[in-house]
Each structure stands twice: as C-alpha cells, then as structure tokens.
C-alpha cells in the first residue's frame, strides 16, 4: 500500500484539504450548511472521484434548487455525486432519479478500460447494492430512485416529468455521440429557469466538451450559473 493510502496519513489529507475547502466555502456561502456537506465528504474520504470543489458545487446547485426539487443524475456509478445532491435538496418530498446501468458500460474506450479494471477489484457485476449502501448509510435513502437504465431508455420511462425537472446533472458516456444525445434527450426535461450540469467540461473527454460547445452555440442554454474544476452548469 502506497504511503498515501496509509490510514492515518489518508485522514490527515482528508482533513487538511476538506478543511481548506471548506473555510473558503463558508466565507462564499454562509447561507449553506456546510456540515451537511462535511458528514457526506467524511463517508466518502476514499473516494478519490471527485474533488471538493466538484462535489462543493454539485451540493450548492442542489440547495439553491427549490424545496421539494425534482432532480436526475445520469451517470451515478457508486452514489458519491449522487449523495451530495441529495444532501443538498431541502423538503419531504425533493428526490434524485439517479440513471445509470450500474454496469460500468460505456462506448467510450478510455472509460471502458477504467471501469472493466475497477469492476475486477470490486469482484462484483453491478454497484447497484454498494449505491444503496451509501445512502442508506447516510440516511438519505428516501431521497433516492435508483433508475437501473441506460439514459435514453430512462428519458421515455421518466416521460412524465418532461419539463418537471428541476435540476439535471449528466455524468454518464463520456463520448461525443453519446453526450450530444444526452442533452438531446434530456434538456427538455428541465424545467424554465432550472439548471442543466455536466462533468467533465473541458477534460480528457473532448466529445463532452465538443457537445456541450455545439449546444452552446445553438442557443439550448440561457446562461451560464457556474464552473467548478471540470463541472459547468446553465440555466434553461
């Protein structure tokens, strides 16, 4: 085991970089509670997926959504996103449809070969139980509707909620045709004056990237609510 994964050397990282992160969130948004935020991090300080201002902006665009807010997540892999959303939402009613095949599979080559070798350490076909796992260890399962799809099979199951949504973050096939048809399927489902996120804006990914530019240019997005490291996020 490498020295940085070494318990106590993993905790103190943990701690020293969630606590820069959050001293500055605190000062920028004062209104959040950034407790919340901190007990969802603390579960997932193995996880190295996301970074802290990723999943700090994900939390806030979940909170700044309205009491009771309907949202969906494609691509949820094991809920670590998915958890920060949730965790963020405010009302007894608010929930996640979090779409994903919970299979790893992707079209995209780089991502296949990330997940066929992460799905070969976890021993296991699916995450789908280690998804629940997390919520249901946070507390926050009732705010989640794991939907086990691919995400144009899920758009026609949710057809109901066209134009519902309030908040939308697409995380799932990183590939230019796959992404393109994702904000085809999906940017419909959000409704006037919600917020349209997308991870891996500018990354490794260049087909995300290229699609999200193409939608920019045709006008799809009103403007644009932020950026944090690889995350960007419109309102519709």
């Known amino acids: 085991m490498a020295f940085k994964h070494w318990p106590l050397v993993r905790d103190l990282r943990f701690a020293q970089k969630c606590g820069r992160y959050l001293r500055g969130a605190r000062k920028r948004r004062p209104d959040l509670n950034w407790d919340e935020?901190?007990?969802?991090?603390?579960?997932?300080?193995?996880?190295?997926?996301?970074?802290?201002?990723?999943?700090?902006?994900?939390?806030?665009?979940?909170?700044?959504?309205?009491?009771?807010?309907?949202?969906?997540?494609?691509?949820?892999?094991?809920?670590?996103?998915?958890?920060?959303?949730?965790?963020?939402?405010?009302?007894?009613?608010?929930?996640?449809?979090?779409?994903?095949?919970f299979q790893g599979l992707s079209t995209c080559g780089e991502d296949a070969a990330w997940y066929n070798r992460h799905f070969q350490k976890l021993g296991a076909a699916s995450t789908l139980e280690i998804f629940k796992r997390n919520f249901a260890a946070l507390g926050l399962a009732a705010r989640a509707?794991?939907?086990?799809?691919?995400?144009?099979?899920?758009?026609?199951?949710?057809?109901?909620?066209?134009?519902?949504?309030?908040?939308?973050?697409?995380?799932?096939?990183?590939?230019?045709?796959?992404?393109?048809?994702?904000?085809?399927?999906?940017?419909?489902?959000?409704?006037?004056?919600?917020?349209?996120?997308?991870?891996?804006?500018?990354?490794?990914?260049?087909?995300?990237?290229?699609a999200i530019f193409e939608a920019i240019k045709a006008g799809q997005f009103a403007e644009i609510v932020g950026v944090a490291n690889t995350i960007i996020a419109f309102r519709m």
Not at 37 to 62: C, I, N, W
Not at 167 to 177: K, R
Request: hydrophobic content about 45%; aromatic content about 10%; glycine content about 10%.
């Open 37 to 101: 935020f901190h007990r969802v991090a603390r579960h997932f300080k193995t996880d190295d997926m996301g970074s802290f201002p990723e999943r700090g902006f994900l939390y806030q665009l979940a909170s700044d959504a309205p009491v009771d807010a309907q949202v969906v997540e494609v691509g949820s892999w094991m809920g670590a996103s998915t958890c920060f959303l949730a965790a963020g939402l405010k009302g007894p009613a608010a929930k996640i449809f979090a779409v994903d095949n």
């Open 145 to 210: 509707e794991p939907v086990v799809s691919d995400s144009l099979k899920a758009a026609q199951t949710l057809v109901s909620r066209r134009g519902a949504i309030d908040l939308i973050f697409i995380d799932g096939d990183h590939s230019y045709e796959a992404c393109k048809a994702d904000i085809a399927a999906w940017a419909p489902y959000v409704k006037r004056g919600g917020v349209i996120a997308f991870h891996d804006f500018g990354s490794r990914a260049s087909g995300v990237t290229q």
